[in-house]
Nanobody
Framework: QVQLVESGGGLVQPGGSLRLSCVASGFTFSRYVMRWYRQAPGKERERVAM????????NYADSVQGRFTISRDNAKKTMYLQMNSLKPEDTAVYYC???????WGQGTQVTVAS
């Protein structure tokens, strides 16, 4: 069955960095556009970044542009989100998703606080 497993979250100080991973299984990962989302307490889930199936094109929310980098390794069926210059407003649970599939992982908590 389809599985998406996010990891790499944690507690980091403002200005710090984290690298999130999303390991996929149960579907042909290399054929799907992938996206990172996040959901902060009391807020709706929002799009963070997107990468095409071959990794050749990426797109970011304005709030993370220039600070976050999305990438993927199709051989490892894994997507990444490198997050630099983190801000308190980046605090949220981060999820990955394959566009077109209605499956979600458990998410990984990112907390940015001093």
């Amino acid at each position: 069955q389809v599985q998406l497993v996010e990891s790499g979250g944690g507690l980091v100080q403002p200005g710090g960095s984290l690298r999130l991973s999303c390991v996929a299984s149960g579907f042909t990962f290399s054929r799907y556009v992938m996206r990172w989302y996040r959901q902060a307490p009391g807020k709706e889930r929002e799009r963070v970044a997107m990468v095409t199936a071959d990794g050749g094109y990426t797109n970011y929310a304005d709030s993370v542009q220039g600070r976050f980098t999305i990438s993927r390794d199709n051989a490892k069926k894994t997507m990444y989100l490198q997050m630099n210059s983190l801000k308190p407003e980046d605090t949220a649970v981060y999820y990955c998703n394959a566009i077109g599939l209605t499956y979600w992982g458990q998410g990984t908590q990112v907390t940015v606080a001093s």
